[in-house]
Structures are given as structure tokens and as C-alpha cells.
């Protein structure tokens, strides 16, 4: 997942990449602007009732629950718009 992150290089961009089967556990990773991240990582690992830890604009993590991937992704859409808005 960090090769992937890489590649897209921007740390302006949210990303949010998982794998692992959908009924059970899996990884994730939330990189993008580090205050962003710093928020957000905490808040996706506890909606996928995992854990994980970041620094430097990313986190990464285990999850559990991967069933509530839809969920995290809603959490991160609502917290775009809600930054958006603010510009």
C-alpha cells in the first residue's frame, strides 16, 4: 500500500487504500496532509474497530471489521466536504 501512496507522491491528496476480504480482517492506510491524517486516522480505525498509529501524513493500520470499509469512506467524504466548504 505505501508503494502505491508513493507513486501518487501528493501529499494534497487523500487516500484511503485497504486490503483484505471484505467478511473479515485486513490493513489500511490513510496518507494524505498530515493534519488531515492526524485526525482522521484514529476516527477510520475505530469505525473498522482496529488500530493503528501514523506520522508524517500517514497512518496505518489493522482492522477487524472490514465489513464497515463503506462507512470509514463516508466518514472521509463527509470530512471533505465539511473542509471544502470552510475554503
Given at each position: 500500500?505505501?508503494?502505491?501512496a508513493?507513486?501518487?507522491?501528493?501529499?494534497?491528496?487523500?487516500?484511503?487504500?485497504?486490503?483484505?476480504d471484505?467478511?473479515?480482517?485486513?490493513?489500511?492506510?490513510?496518507?494524505?496532509?498530515?493534519?488531515?491524517?492526524?485526525?482522521?486516522?484514529?476516527?477510520?480505525?475505530?469505525?473498522?474497530?482496529?488500530?493503528?498509529a501514523?506520522?508524517?501524513?500517514?497512518?496505518?493500520?489493522?482492522?477487524?471489521?472490514?465489513?464497515?470499509?463503506?462507512?470509514?469512506?463516508?466518514?472521509?467524504?463527509?470530512?471533505?466536504?465539511?473542509?471544502?466548504?470552510?475554503?
Amino acid at each position: 500500500m505505501n508503494i502505491i501512496a508513493n507513486e501518487i507522491g501528493s501529499e494534497e491528496t487523500l487516500l484511503f487504500l485497504t486490503v483484505g476480504d471484505e467478511k473479515g480482517a485486513g490493513l489500511f492506510l490513510l496518507a494524505g496532509p498530515p493534519a488531515s491524517v492526524e485526525t482522521l486516522g484514529p476516527r477510520v480505525a475505530e469505525v473498522l474497530e482496529g488500530k493503528g498509529a501514523g506520522k508524517k501524513g500517514r497512518f496505518q493500520g489493522k482492522a477487524t471489521k472490514m465489513s464497515r470499509r463503506m462507512e470509514a469512506q463516508a466518514l472521509l467524504q463527509d470530512y471533505i466536504s465539511t473542509q471544502s466548504a470552510k475554503e
